[in-house]
Structure formats: C-alpha cells, structure tokens
C-alpha cells in the first residue's frame, strides 16, 4: 500500500531564516505531487505540483520554492521566511487518477 | 466570487442525527467531485469521490452531485461522535488532478 510522509511535523523559525520542508511517498512510482498551505479556518491553497522528476508548476507567486529531486521525493524551501509564510503545509500524491491523498502535514510558525 | 463557496459553520448536532454538509460552486467545466475529513491538526482523508451527477453511498455516508444545479452534498447518517471534524468539498476538472476546495465545515457531534 501506498504511504506519504512529511517532516518535520512542527517547526517554529525566526522571520528572515530558510525553510526546506520534505515529503515522500512509499509504494507508489511517478506519481504526481503537490504542495497545499491551510490558514487557520480557510480552504487548502495550491502552492506547486510536479507531474514528474524536475518538472515543478507554480501556482500562487511567493517567496517559497520546490523541488523535486527524486521520483517520490518533494521539497519546498524558502530562503527567508516571513511572517506570513506561517500555516499548516501539507503534500498530496495522486497516482494520476483524480483523487489526491495527503500527508500529515507540518504546521510552520514564523516568529 | 469565490469558484467554491462552503458554509464554514460550526455545526453543532446530537448523536444519531442525520447530517447535511453542502457547497456549490461556479465552473461548469468541474467533473470530480470529492469530500476530505479533516480532524484537528491532521492531514485530510478522502472520503468520497464522485464523477456524475446522482448519488453515491459509503456505509452512513451519501454523497449527491447535481451538475444543473452547480450543488454538491455529504450526508452522514446516525452521525457519531468522531464524525467531529472539518469537511473539505473538493472539485476538478482535469488537467493534473489540480483541485480546488472549499474552505471547509466544522461539525461537531454532541453525545
């Protein structure tokens, strides 16, 4: 069965510091990944999505970043975090069908 | 407006009650349509995925698509204490899986 992990499930950062987040999917190949943020009380945002290894789409212009390095690896990084980069991320695989799964996210504080 | 509206509660019911989660939305060209459960701080979980109009039963769970209407339904029947959560309605239209969700409801189950 096909499992997704993300770390670190919390983080508390200084505004102006870097950020890289990690996601990874067991079980599955070539699935197609995404990055969502959720703001406290409001829907999920699309940030990025790859459809395959260095293929990255944005969605929502920001200081944030992702990469893609392996098959089933997802990384979104900041070089300087603000204030209002806070929020619950969270990476979703899909194995190109239409349902997305989730992980269990990282909640992000910015200080 | 917003291409999915979803009334974000709260919604406080007894134990056994019947439950009518609802959104709606404005693009004609959605053709999935999808509810996530939510609890507090985790990722969201699918629970029912849905392509035509009609009704689609899981268990105490029926989800109702009615494309004319541009109107989407979860109901939860002999709802439970741990149906307490937040439940995201979720549509797209191919093209990557992208979706776009509503903002979610709070329910929450009283004994």
């Known amino acids: 069965s096909q499992t997704i992990h993300q770390w670190p499930a919390t983080l508390v950062q200084p505004v102006g510091s870097p950020l890289s987040l990690e996601c990874t999917v067991e079980g599955t190949s070539n699935p197609n990944l995404y990055w969502y943020r959720q703001a406290a009380g409001r829907g999920l945002q699309l940030l990025f999505y790859?459809?395959?290894?260095?293929?990255i789409s944005s969605e929502v212009p920001q200081n944030l970043s992702a990469s893609r390095p392996q098959d089933r690896q997802f990384i979104l990084s900041s070089k300087k975090l603000l204030l209002s980069d806070s929020g619950f991320y969270l990476c979703?695989?899909?194995?190109?069908?239409?349902?997305?799964?989730f992980g269990p996210g990282t909640r992000l504080t910015v200080l | 407006q917003k291409e999915v509206e979803q009334d974000p509660g709260p919604l406080s019911v007894p134990e056994g009650a019947i439950v009518s989660l609802n959104c709606t939305y404005s693009?004609?060209?959605?053709?999935?349509f999808m509810w996530y459960r939510q609890y507090s701080r985790k990722g969201p979980e699918l629970l029912m995925y849905?392509?035509?109009?009609g009704n689609k039963e899981d268990g105490r769970f029926t989800a109702q698509v009615d494309k004319s209407s541009k109107y989407i339904s979860l109901f939860i029947r002999d709802s439970q204490p741990s149906d307490s959560a937040t439940y995201l309605c979720?549509?797209?239209?191919?093209?990557?899986?992208?979706?776009?969700f509503g903002a979610g409801t709070r329910l929450a189950v009283h004994p």
């Open positions: 693009n004609s060209a959605f053709q999935y």
């Open positions: 790859s459809v395959g290894i260095g293929q």
């Open positions: 849905t392509y035509s109009s």
């Open positions: 979720a549509m797209g239209s191919g093209g990557y899986n992208k979706l776009i």
């Open positions: 979703a695989w899909s194995p190109n069908r239409d349902e997305q799964f």
